[in-house]
């Protein structure tokens, strides 16, 4: 097995050479990356679109990995499909959200932990979207402190979405007033 001295390797390239192409990192994938990845899963959260909780995985939690890493190495791994449920929001909008089977999970944590080795020397330490490590709430904290240090007393928010609608950009100006 791999393991971690693989990711090390492929951090220690992506470093070393900012532009280096990575053809296929398929079989960096191995069990005891499927094992990290299930841990780091939030256990608590509801059963996958298969209907299997991560408890009922647990049970056999080796044998189902060892499996699910066999159909990936074979290259017969499919993803089952996402379950879209509408959710509503505060302002009676709804958001959609996928429901994605146990498995699928595993395997997504897998790659996205391959793609953060490979991916993640590219960041600046300003960028925290979608980042291990970052949050939302580390952004908002070093803009309120940028904010201070250059004594900005104001910020600017606004939403554009409502600007692309035909009606806005098709008529005449000088039809408009």
């Not at 005891?32 to 899963?41: C, E, H, M, V």
């Not at 590219?122 to 070093?142: K, P, W």
Request: glycine letters at 6%.
């Amino acid at each position: 097995m791999l393991g971690e001295s693989s990711l090390v390797r492929i951090r220690m390239l992506a470093e070393a050479n900012p532009g280096l192409v990575f053809t296929s990192l398929a079989h960096r994938i191995d069990v005891s990356l499927l094992r990290k990845s299930y841990r780091q899963l939030r256990k608590n959260e509801s059963t996958g679109v298969d209907k299997i909780t991560a408890k009922q995985y647990a049970k056999d939690l080796d044998e189902n990995l060892y499996k699910l890493y066999q159909r990936l190495r074979r290259g017969q791994y499919v993803a089952t499909p996402v379950k879209r449920v509408w959710v509503d929001k505060e302002d009676g909008k709804k958001r959609p959200i996928g429901i994605t089977a146990l498995e699928d999970k595993i395997v997504q944590k897998a790659v996205a932990t391959i793609l953060g080795v490979v991916y993640e020397p590219l960041f600046h330490d300003f960028s925290h979207g979608f980042r291990s490590g970052h949050s939302q709430h580390q952004a908002l904290h070093e803009l309120r402190e940028s904010c201070r240090e250059l004594n900005i007393n104001w910020i600017l928010s606004a939403d554009i979405t409502g600007l692309l609608e035909p009606s806005s950009y098709c008529t005449p100006f000088h039809e408009r007033f």
